[in-house]
């Protein structure tokens, strides 16, 4: 079964609305997670480290006032995509180590974003 | 600045055949790779991964092979299946244990004939 769980699966929002997604490791804890953004046909492209307890660390070119990451608890990251515009109408994938013997990264199932 | 990146973005294979897809990365200090397969509308599944002190690894129809000579990278599936039918990427770490920030490579979609 998932060990990262991403919700919702999908949504569509106005311009100038903004929208949250949430991601949470299931039965592990992680000090870390990672937003990926996906377009169409294209590869994963990371946006931002996600860490508890701390401010996130974006990528070169990700707006931070944009793209708000709160990392609350051990299980829970959310990115909400403020002010919503139809160009950041995407894919939008989390992340999450599993570490320990069999560590391993595992990714959340993604949500569509459509901003009309 | 330095990415993996891959051959021949797609591939069609005949049901029951062997897929190879290959993948070419550039930071001689990757420690760590991992094949991700991915659905459409799905997040990355993981297949296999490998660390850098490795030649091959096996798995359940798959063998992810590593040549750090030439930085090369490929997943061989085996007597592949029409749910195998799917985007493959391969990925990279290059930091500290703790770290799993990944570098996607630009993906093989594979396409299986009946």
């Known amino acids: 079964g998932a060990v990262v769980s991403q919700h919702p699966s999908w949504v569509i929002c106005k311009s100038g609305t903004s929208v949250k997604i949430e991601c949470r490791s299931l039965?592990?804890?992680?000090?870390?997670m990672f937003w990926y953004r996906q377009f169409p046909k294209q590869s994963l492209m990371l946006m931002a480290t996600?860490?508890?307890?701390?401010?996130?660390?974006?990528e070169q070119g990700v707006e931070k006032d944009k793209f708000l990451i709160n990392h609350a608890s051990l299980t829970l990251s959310t990115l909400t995509v403020t002010s919503a515009h139809p160009e950041d109408s995407s894919f939008y994938i989390c992340?999450?180590?599993?570490?320990?013997?069999?560590?391993?990264?595992?990714f959340g199932s993604g949500t569509q974003l459509s901003v009309l | 600045g330095e990415s993996v990146g891959l051959h021949l973005p797609t591939l069609s294979v005949q049901e029951g055949d062997n897929s190879i897809i290959n993948c070419a990365y550039s930071?001689?200090?990757?420690?760590?790779f991992i094949w991700y397969k991915q659905e459409s509308g799905k997040g990355p599944q993981f297949i296999i991964d490998?660390?850098?002190?490795?030649d091959k690894r096996q798995g359940q129809r798959v063998t992810v092979l590593l040549n750090k000579t030439v930085k090369h990278l490929s997943l061989q599936i085996a007597a592949t299946q029409p749910g195998d039918s799917a985007v493959y990427f391969c990925?990279?770490?290059?930091?500290?244990?703790?770290?799993?920030?990944?570098?996607f490579g630009a993906g093989t979609t594979v396409t299986v004939r009946a």
């Open positions: 992340s999450a180590p599993r570490q320990g013997i069999n560590e391993k990264l595992f």
């Open positions: 039965d592990f804890q992680a000090t870390t």
């Open positions: 996600s860490n508890e307890g701390s401010k996130a660390t974006y």
């Open positions: 930071n001689s200090a990757s420690d760590y």
């Open positions: 490998i660390r850098s002190n490795m």
């Open positions: 990925a990279e770490k290059s930091g500290s244990s703790n770290d799993y920030k990944l570098s």
